[in-house]
């Protein structure tokens, strides 16, 4: 982790800016379908899922405004931004239509295992970027034992799981790449 102390001028304003422009961004992607219930009837949200919604924007927001001051390097915001992404991506079209059949569907609760290695393998690693690549790299593991399992069982996902497995991927390379960055 960067010392506060330590970082530059330029460093503190450009956390600032990416924390506005994320705050900023969740607010209107907030307000999407607010305003797509004014001009549509295909759009039907209720309360709860406005209340949920927002939950996820919030802490997907929060959890990066508190990485941008773990590190002034760009290449680890990005790499814990797509990790972020990733895992908000996740949990919404799970929630929203199911990965594996509905959003009903009990299996679909297996993702929260490649959420769980996540969260917790980044706080057993202090959120240090050389071992969160190796983080995100378990991750993508079990996101391919998920799809293949998937598959094995009868549901066709394996490209959405794929892409996951890419996002993953991208992730611990670009904290691989900062972890050298520091070196």
Do not use: C
């Not at 399992?149 to 490209?159: D, H, T």
Request: glycine residues 10%.
């Amino acid at each position: 982790m960067v010392d506060p102390m330590k970082m530059t001028h330029a460093a503190v304003t450009s956390g600032r800016l990416w924390r506005r422009g994320v705050w900023s961004a969740a607010l209107l992607l907030w307000l999407v379908p607010l305003i797509a219930m004014r001009v549509t009837t295909q759009v039907q949200w209720t309360a709860f899922d406005f209340a949920v919604f927002g939950a996820m924007l919030i802490a997907g927001a929060g959890a990066f405004d508190l990485v941008t001051r773990l590190s002034g390097s760009l290449v680890f915001r990005a790499a814990a931004g797509v990790a972020l992404l990733g895992a908000f991506l996740l949990v919404w079209i799970n929630l929203a239509v199911g990965m594996l059949g509905s959003e009903d569907n009990p299996a679909n609760l297996i993702y929260a295992l490649a959420l769980a290695v996540g969260g917790i393998g980044a706080v057993l690693v202090r959120f240090q970027a050389r071992g969160l690549a190796g983080v995100m790299l378990a991750v993508a593991g079990v996101q391919a034992a998920v799809a293949i399992a998937s598959y094995v069982l009868g549901y066709e996902a394996l490209v959405l799981n794929g892409s996951f497995v890419a996002i993953w991927l991208l992730s611990a390379w670009l904290f691989h790449m900062a972890a050298k960055g520091s070196a």
